[in-house]
């Protein structure tokens, strides 16, 4: 397979990191072909950086949309349409490459078996990230690693009893993929494309994969560095809004009423253990912390599983993007 590669990145007041993304982007031992960032009217220096890259003839496109015309599936399908490759890597603005050979582990399985779709890349938390996200993060993208190999190859024989049963205890684990970073071959993306809905357009878009009998395969070895530092407040929303999409997308509620003060005891216990085992400094401070995050984590997955019993106008003070969805009828 002659590989070509388009990058396809949305942007909205990104300059803290897309100078570095950009930098980290084109030194990769295999260059993409093009990188193609859909800026949604940035009020910072983002379309200045991009455009100063694209004066020095590097292989970057810029288009600008309205605030309002951003959606994540129509965005990332608007700019699949104009690139050229046959591979395109779909990144978050805050993604950024951990070292030189980031896309070439990343698009390597695409080589190994012809029914592979789709490849998503493990994220590294930043520096900076408390020890609560960096221990989410590792134990998350650990539960996808294989034992002996840097791929896990997802895959369901649905005419194979014992794949079928594997696949219906484990179905998010099989749907879960990310457009923080992750590589489609174009001609299955086309398809199949990315739904235009609110949230979760990349888990449904893994969930369509496995059901069209196509591989879907972690990369453990292709690793990008992308986590957040909210606010207690801030984490809670964002947590609401991912909850929410899970529910209104793939109509699950990994979070409910019957496993809700289980799930916020466990995650405790897991950084507890974290905490005393990698952390030295300000050890009281991060358990405190842990408890509170754990409860507003909880507490934000259990209402966005259960958003259609919120009010619209409620929702919206919940939700980080500040949105409401009306539930289904």
């Known amino acids: 397979m002659d590989v070509k590669i388009s990058i396809v990145i949305p942007t909205l007041n990104a300059e803290k990191y897309i100078r570095t993304q950009i930098e980290r982007i ?15 009217t940035s009020n910072d220096n983002t379309q200045k950086i991009i455009l100063e890259y694209i004066e020095k003839n590097l292989p ?36 950024i490459p951990y070292n030189e050979v980031w896309l070439e582990n990343l698009i390597k399985p695409f080589g190994v078996r012809d029914d592979v779709a789709c490849v998503f890349a493990r994220q590294m938390p930043f520096v900076d990230a408390t020890p609560i996200i960096k221990r989410e993060l590792i134990n998350h993208f650990n539960s996808f690693k294989s034992e002996d190999s840097d791929y896990t190859f997802q895959k369901v024989d649905f005419n194979d ?16 993929n990310s457009n923080v970073c992750s590589a489609v071959r174009k001609d299955i993306f086309l398809q199949i494309k990315f739904k235009e809905i609110p949230y979760a357009e990349d888990q449904v878009f893994g969930k369509e994969i496995i059901e069209k009998g196509f ?14 530092n909210y606010t207690l407040i801030n984490f809670f929303k964002r947590y609401f809004d991912e909850y929410r999409g899970l529910k209104v997308s793939l109509d699950i509620d990994l979070v409910n009423k019957y496993n809700v003060l289980k799930v916020i005891f466990g995650n405790i216990v897991q950084d507890v253990k974290y905490i005393f085992n990698n952390v030295d400094k300000r050890r009281v401070y991060w358990l405190i912390y842990s408890i509170l995050f754990e409860i507003l984590r909880g507490g934000g997955a259990f209402l966005g599983s259960n958003y259609d019993k919120i009010p619209l106008s409620l929702q919206k003070y919940l939700s980080l993007e500040g949105k409401a969805i009306k539930p289904p009828r």
């Open 161 to 176: 009893r014992n794949s079928l049963k594997v696949y219906n205890e484990k179905k998010h684990w099989f749907w879960f």
């Open 215 to 228: 591989c879907k395969v972690y990369a453990h070895n292709a690793i990008v560095l992308h986590s957040h």
């Open 26 to 40: 084109f030194a990769q031992t295999i260059k993409p072909c093009e990188v193609i960032y859909i800026d949604s």
């Open 60 to 95: 970057i496109k810029l288009k600008i949309i309205k605030r309002e015309e951003f959606n994540h599936g129509r965005t990332r399908n608007e700019g699949a349409f104009l690139s050229r490759g046959n591979i395109i890597v779909f990144m978050t603005q805050d993604a």
